[in-house]
């Protein structure tokens, strides 16, 4: 054979066996196309960033779409179905429930609630009780160094400046933890404010502003000055603000950090819950009975509908999805909770969540949960 003619074959054998590989390749990769299946969310902001960091892990075709537009408005988009699944940290009231008629909870994880202020010079730790807390937002005690809060912090010199409080202007779960805590501490905030995810903020000598969501709360106290707000521990700690030692019922001042949480999860959640079809709305773990808990403490809620049909565009491959997705996130997702001073969920409340999601139906079918 003509030597120009065989290294002619040689190279076009190579291009091809070359062709060949780069083929292989390529069809071994992982597709980078969209995700075939997108489920929508919306609601609370307390544990936005655990299921922000859940839905960013889980690793799937379904691509995970949720918006943290508080707890109302998350409720609000359940009932109009909106939304394939929403999120709040108060469960559904009658008249909620009456909206979205076979609605289900499901328990996803337990935060605490933070007081936290800005005083130059006064570091995390400052004493309150719940009487002095509801007295503040109240309007009742005015400037920081009333004696009301000098007498629980003598070793503290606090600055004779009027109080600004700061709360959300939005519906809001966890407005509706805060406000039912302050019910429970002052007899005179039961009867003129109460609790729920929206309430008529007294003013305050210094000043009452509402800022949206957890986030909105954070930002507004740490940038103004003799400011007190309540924000979800996460976010107290993701923006380095210092916060208050509450008085739980046993007398002893309790910071909130994961394992103050845990402990007011361990006694408040240890029997005695409802199936995830019936009402939360008696379930709380403010002050807990153990020792050393966290008085300020609560869970939070997936909502979604028992029979997934009656939201409009549902298809059972979707269905599927959202149940598989709810199934990672009280197991494989409880794993990133304690990173982000979330309490994971005790096994008891697991127990209960499987059966939930194990009970929703595509038409009447049960869905695979893996």
Same mark, same amino acid.
């Given at each position: ?65 949720y ?14 179905k ?12 009658a ?7 076979? +609605? ?9 609630v %933070? ?5 130059? #010079?006064?570091? !995390? *730790? &400052? ?31 606090l600055p ?89 019922? +046993?007398?002893n001042w ?6 103050? %949480?845990?402990?007011a999860?361990?006694? #408040?959640?240890? !029997? *005695? &819950? ?62 990133l ?34």
């Amino acid at each position: 054979m003509n030597t120009k003619y065989a290294i002619v074959i040689a190279i076009a054998a190579i291009a091809i066996i070359i062709g060949s590989v780069a083929a292989y390749v390529y069809l071994s990769q992982p597709s980078t196309t969209a995700p075939s299946i997108t489920l929508n969310g919306a609601g609370a902001t307390f544990p936005y960033p655990l299921l922000n960091s859940i839905i960013t892990k889980y690793s799937t075709n379904v691509k995970i779409n949720y918006q943290p537009i508080g707890s109302g408005g998350g409720i609000s988009d359940l009932k109009t179905k909106t939304v394939d699944f929403a999120a709040s940290d108060a469960p559904l009231s009658a008249s909620d429930a009456a909206g979205a008629p076979n +609605a289900v909870h499901i328990p996803e994880t337990i935060g605490a609630v %933070t007081l936290a202020y800005n005083l130059p #010079g006064v570091p !995390s *730790g &400052l004493h309150l009780t719940g009487k002095v807390i509801a007295d503040i937002f109240q309007g009742t005690i005015t400037t920081w160094n009333d004696p009301a809060i000098q007498s629980l912090n003598t070793n503290v010199t606090l600055p004779s400046k009027a109080i600004v409080t700061v709360h959300r202007s939005d519906g809001s779960g966890t407005t509706f933890i805060f406000t039912g805590y302050l019910s429970a501490s002052s007899s005179s905030w039961n009867s003129s404010v109460g609790q729920g995810k929206t309430v008529a903020w007294p003013n305050a000598p210094g000043g009452a502003i509402g800022s949206n969501g957890n986030t909105g709360v954070a930002s507004t106290v740490n940038g103004t000055q003799c400011a007190i707000g309540y924000v979800e521990l996460a976010y107290a700690l993701q923006n380095g603000m210092t916060v208050a030692a509450v008085q739980n019922p +046993a007398g002893n001042w309790i910071q909130p950090t994961l394992e103050s %949480t845990q402990l007011a999860v361990q006694s #408040g959640a240890a !029997s *005695g &819950l409802p199936a995830g079809n019936e009402s939360w709305t008696s379930v709380s773990l403010l002050n807990a009975p153990d020792a050393n808990a966290y008085p300020i403490a609560s869970f939070t809620y997936l909502l979604t509908y028992k029979e997934l049909n009656v939201i409009p565009g549902m298809t059972q491959e979707r269905a599927t999805a959202l149940v598989q997705f709810l199934w990672y996130v009280v197991h494989d997702g409880q794993d990133l909770a304690p990173g982000l001073a979330y309490a994971k969920l005790p096994s008891n409340v697991v127990q209960i969540d499987e059966a939930t999601i194990r009970s929703l139906t595509f038409n009447g079918q049960q869905l695979p949960t893996t």
